[in-house]
């Protein structure tokens, strides 16, 4: 399967060109003062009698991880989760993900879900800073957290804990174009119009690639690099899947995403020319994600008995692979030809999360006027 069938089968939907930070699809992370009306998909059903069922999971998490462009694990994880244990879970999606928790505990209503998946530094870093109280209990008893990968913890005050990682690369069409060696060379004449990103107020993927140019020309020097990529008619679309099924049908030869994508791609017995990955500066941003139990949960010993799950090597194995991810335990059960296709970069490059706090926004913000000026 090629780029373009890819697109089709998929099913996906192509956004339109960025012009501006209103409007766009997808969720606004940047702020909490949106509505906090509940716009959250909650999916799945029992595999079993509703009488036989003892509890009901409710975990929140981002839509690709249920319903993503390419591949996802969440209806797998559902049905492996309902047959072992005597409980439904049910995913809830909500449009601006971590943040419609933060808004409704603001406002002083239930949260309606036990726990949430898919947590980053920047996420924790949000919460601490818009909640006196905080969002989220400790980790407590889970099993398999002293299997994790030594470095990968990310929350200093324990209440996240890591289920898989990522790092932020170029994928390149290589039949079309040959992705540059540097951030610099992003910006050549030959590479205009050629790179689809996301918009990193609302996409933890485009706000990690927001977030490595940070790294590269620090905090004095991201806006102006920023701007001379626009110049070269970068195109900031509103979410991962949306700049992924654009870069798919064939509107731009690069796209910002995932190290691990020839995984997707062999997977699909698409050629490999098509999704070549290039680290800038031979460097890959980091991206951990983590589940955690939230404060006042209806079911949190359940919550814990999934986490347990999810760390377990063959489930970690599995989510790999459908999440397109690395797994974040040493123990993982992974295919032979798994560590060919996924590619780690020379130098792993990331923030911590004393490095963010009181930072992370205010880049964000700056970045949101620039660009919507120019």
Request: aromatic share 10%.
């Amino acid at each position: 399967m090629d780029r373009r069938s890819f697109l089709t089968a998929a099913g996906a939907t192509v956004s339109v060109s960025f012009a501006g930070c209103a409007g766009l699809g997808g969720s606004d992370e940047s702020s909490t003062e949106a509505s906090s009306t509940d716009e959250s998909t909650a999916t799945g059903t029992s595999t079993g009698d509703a009488g036989d069922v003892e509890e009901t999971l409710v975990v929140g998490t981002y839509s690709a991880f249920v319903d993503s462009p390419s591949t996802s694990p969440g209806a797998w994880v559902k049905q492996r989760f309902e047959e072992e244990f005597d409980a439904r879970l049910i995913w809830q999606t909500p449009s601006n993900e971590v943040n419609h928790y933060i808004e409704r505990r603001n406002a002083g209503v239930d949260i309606e879900a036990d726990m949430y998946l898919g947590l980053n530094t920047d996420h924790l870093v949000r919460i601490d800073e818009n909640l006196d109280d905080g969002l989220f209990a400790g980790v407590g008893d889970v099993a398999g957290q002293d299997d994790i990968k030594p470095g990968l913890q990310f929350d200093p005050d324990g209440r996240a804990i890591p289920y898989d990682t990522g790092y932020i690369s170029l994928v390149f069409d290589g039949t079309e174009t040959t992705a540059p060696e540097t951030f610099d060379g992003l910006l050549a004449e030959e590479h205009a119009g050629d790179l689809i990103t996301q918009n990193p107020s609302s996409s933890a993927t485009g706000r990690a690639f927001l977030l490595h140019t940070v790294k590269q020309f620090g905090p004095d020097g991201y806006l102006d690099y920023w701007s001379d990529l626009q110049e070269n008619d970068v195109r900031v679309l509103g979410s991962w899947s949306d700049a992924y099924s654009a870069w798919s049908g064939g509107e731009a030869p690069m796209v910002v995403s995932y190290s691990t994508d020839q995984v997707f791609a062999d997977q699909n017995d698409a050629n490999l020319e098509e999704h070549q990955i290039r680290f800038l500066n031979d460097q890959g941003y980091a991206n951990p994600e983590g589940m955690a139990v939230f404060d006042g949960a209806d079911t949190p010993d359940l919550a814990r008995e999934f986490m347990s799950f999810l760390l377990r090597p063959e489930i970690q194995g599995e989510i790999a692979v459908r999440n397109v991810q690395f797994p974040a335990t040493e123990s993982a059960d992974l295919p032979e030809d798994y560590a060919e296709l996924a590619q780690e970069p020379p130098e792993p490059v990331t923030f911590g999360y004393d490095e963010l706090k009181g930072s992370v926004s205010g880049w964000i913000s700056d970045w949101e006027r620039q660009f919507a000026s120019n």
